[in-house]
């Protein structure tokens, strides 16, 4: 039995996603082809979010290399990057995981060529998992996850190149407006499918928010015998309009196509308390393995870890408005400042 379920065997896992969006909130990445250049520009910056998500509550370290496949990196001119991006990125990964005694997990994803009726597209894709899974084994990693496929046929080659590995695996399944995968395979079908064929952990990340995402687990769990994972994205999207690249702003005329996915997805932000309630209910479904993708801060993760009954240890500054100059009730503060609060 390996690390990953062996903590699963404890308790839950959660583990903090969205580095994309937050390195390009930060300015270390461009929003569209989202390639992970930050890993060989800024490095240091790579571990400090890394630290930043384990002291949130997260139990596994994610190496940054979503997106670090060679048909993005030919995208913007730094394929001779792939393996340094690749190796880079499971160092700095690695490093911090040994730090914590966090699980250390290398990634996979989506390539975007793959054709469930293409054999020559299907061959590529197996060809650049079975690199990028070949350098995170080298690397020692606990497991490798594999996520954000919207074929499930793509995610079973992904799973068949970890498993040839010898690695456990995470395989997370995005679903867009339609709530099949883009075959057209029914979820709990598709789910099963890909438990039946060796995945440790299955389920669903990216795409949709909590409110259109856990409708769709109870499927995944009847379906499946083992271990599910539920990561959304955090923001509310709806029956209407169930992804974050559907959602649309009819109050606002300035934004680029009036799409607000990726850049203008401020107002659809979900607060802390939403995202612990879904953690709440997603457990009560009977996922065990969580988390937050595309979008994700450190404050998502904690109130998800403090849902689950975890204490980590930035826990420490979790909201205490008992002591707020207006809003609070400490004795010591000023009775007029809190009379006050009414007028602001």
Excluded at 103 to 120: M, R, S, V, Y
Excluded at 121 to 128: E, I, K, L
Excluded at 197 to 206: H, I, P, S, T
Aim: glycine letters at 8%; one cysteine or more.
């Amino acid at each position: 039995m390996g690390r990953l379920l062996e903590r699963l065997g404890e308790g839950t896992v959660i583990c903090a996603e969205g580095y994309l969006f937050e390195f390009e909130r930060r300015g270390y990445l461009q929003a569209g082809a989202f390639v992970p250049e930050v890993v060989l520009e800024e490095p240091a910056l790579v571990a400090q979010l890394h630290r930043e998500f384990v002291h949130a509550g997260s139990d596994v370290v994610e190496a940054f290399t979503y997106y670090a496949h060679r048909e993005k990196l030919a995208l913007i001119g730094r394929e001779d990057d792939l393996e340094a991006i690749n190796r880079q990125a499971l160092q700095i990964a690695g490093d911090v995981a040994a730090e914590h005694g966090s699980l250390f997990a290398g990634n996979i994803c989506n390539t975007n060529i793959f054709e469930p009726d293409d054999a020559e597209s299907q061959r590529r894709a197996r060809a650049m998992f079975d690199e990028q899974v070949g350098w995170a084994a080298e690397a020692g990693v606990d497991l490798v996850i594999g996520e954000t496929f919207s074929y499930a046929q793509e995610a079973l080659v992904a799973l068949s190149s970890i498993k040839a590995a010898g690695l456990d695996a995470v395989i997370t399944l995005a679903i867009h407006r339609h709530p099949e995968t883009r075959e057209g395979w029914a979820l709990g079908e598709a789910c099963r499918r890909i438990e039946d064929g060796g995945a440790d952990v299955v389920g669903l990340n990216c795409i949709r928010g909590p409110g259109t995402m856990l409708p769709l687990l109870q499927d995944v769990r009847e379906a499946c015998d083992g271990h599910i994972a539920a990561l959304p994205v955090p923001y509310r999207t709806t029956e209407a309009e169930p992804t974050f690249q559907s959602l649309t702003d009819p109050g606002c005329d300035l934004i680029p196509d009036g799409r607000p996915f990726p850049t203008a997805l401020d107002p659809f932000t979900c607060n802390r308390y939403e995202l612990a309630a879904f953690a709440t209910a997603a457990a009560d479904v009977g996922v065990t393995y969580f988390g937050v993708c595309c979008g994700a801060a450190p404050h998502h993760i904690r109130s998800v870890a403090e849902a689950l009954g975890r204490t980590p240890p930035a826990s420490r500054f979790s909201a205490d408005m008992s002591r707020h100059a207006y809003f609070g009730t400490d004795d010591r503060l000023k009775a007029a400042n809190r009379k006050f609060a009414s007028e602001l």
